[in-house]
C-alpha cells in the first residue's frame, strides 16, 4: 500500500523565483492537506483541497497557491519566495467520509531553502 | 481560536522505563479530535495515537496510551517500556468538528530522547 509521496525531497532557490512542489496521497485517499514547518516548530496548515478545490486555508498570502487534479495528487505554488519561506513543506492525505476529523497521514516533505 | 500548548521542549527516559507528554488545548467546541504525531529525525510525521473527544475511553495502542481529560483539556500521551527508536520529535495536534474543515493546529513539540 503506497503511502504519501512528495517530491522533491530537497530544493535550492534564490529570492524571488517560484517554486512548485507535488503530492501524491496515499492509496484511497482523495483530500490532500499542505502544512509548512519551520525550524524547531510544529507545523502550520496552508489549505486543503478536496473534488479539485480550495476548501479551507491558512493564514498564508496569496503567493501560495495550490491545485488537485483528477487523480487527486497536488500540487503547493510559492510565488516572488522570501527568506523566510525558507521550511519543510509536509502533505498530509486523508479520506473524506463526509462527517469527523479523518485521520491525515503524512509524506516525507519538501525540503526548500531561499537563498 | 483554538491553541495547543506542549510545556516540555525536551524530554528524556531511561530505555524500558515509562514517560509522559503533556498538552494542553484551548477550544470552545465539544466535538473534536485529538492526535500525538512522532516525527523521527527522518523528517517523516508518524500518526502515533489518535481520540475522538466524545469517547470517553482513553485510546490506546500498544506501549502508547493517553490521558484524556476534557474538563481540563488535557491530553497527555504515556509511552511505557521505551524504546530506543521512540526517540524523536513528538507533536501534538488538535482537529476541529467536521464543519470547520480539516486543519491540523500543531504544539510546538517535545524532543524525546531515549538513553540505553
Known amino acids: 500500500d503506497a503511502g504519501v509521496t512528495q517530491s522533491p525531497t530537497h530544493l535550492i532557490k534564490t529570492r524571488g523565483q517560484q517554486v512548485t512542489l507535488r503530492c501524491s496521497p496515499k492509496s484511497g485517499h482523495d483530500t490532500v492537506s499542505w502544512y509548512q514547518q519551520a525550524l524547531g516548530q510544529g507545523p502550520q496548515f496552508i489549505f486543503q483541497?478536496?473534488?479539485?478545490?480550495?476548501?479551507q486555508r491558512g493564514n498564508f498570502p496569496d503567493r501560495f497557491s495550490g491545485h488537485q487534479f483528477p487523480n487527486y495528487s497536488s500540487e503547493l505554488n510559492v510565488n516572488a519566495l522570501l527568506l523566510g519561506d525558507s521550511a519543510l513543506y509536509l502533505c498530509?492525505?486523508?479520506?473524506?467520509?463526509?462527517?469527523?476529523?479523518?485521520?491525515?497521514?503524512f509524506g516525507p516533505g519538501t525540503r526548500l531553502l531561499v537563498l | 481560536a483554538q491553541t495547543v500548548t506542549q510545556s516540555q521542549p525536551e524530554m528524556s527516559v531511561q530505555e524500558a522505563e515509562t514517560v509522559t507528554l503533556s498538552c494542553t488545548y484551548d477550544?470552545?467546541?465539544?466535538?473534536?479530535?485529538l492526535f500525538w504525531y512522532k516525527q523521527p529525525p527522518s523528517r517523516q510525521m508518524i500518526l502515533v495515537i489518535r481520540q475522538e473527544a466524545y469517547k470517553q475511553q482513553n485510546a490506546t495502542e500498544n506501549r502508547f496510551s493517553v490521558n484524556f481529560q476534557k474538563a481540563a483539556k488535557s491530553f497527555s500521551l504515556k509511552i511505557s517500556d521505551s524504546q530506543l527508536g521512540d526517540a524523536a520529535m513528538y507533536f501534538c495536534a488538535y482537529g476541529g468538528p467536521y464543519n470547520q474543515g480539516g486543519k491540523l493546529i500543531f504544539g510546538q513539540g517535545t524532543e524525546l530522547s531515549v538513553k540505553p
Open positions: 483541497y478536496y473534488e479539485e478545490e480550495e476548501r
Open positions: 477550544t470552545s467546541e465539544s466535538d473534536y479530535y
Open positions: 498530509a492525505s486523508s479520506l473524506e467520509t463526509g462527517w469527523g476529523q479523518e485521520t491525515q497521514y
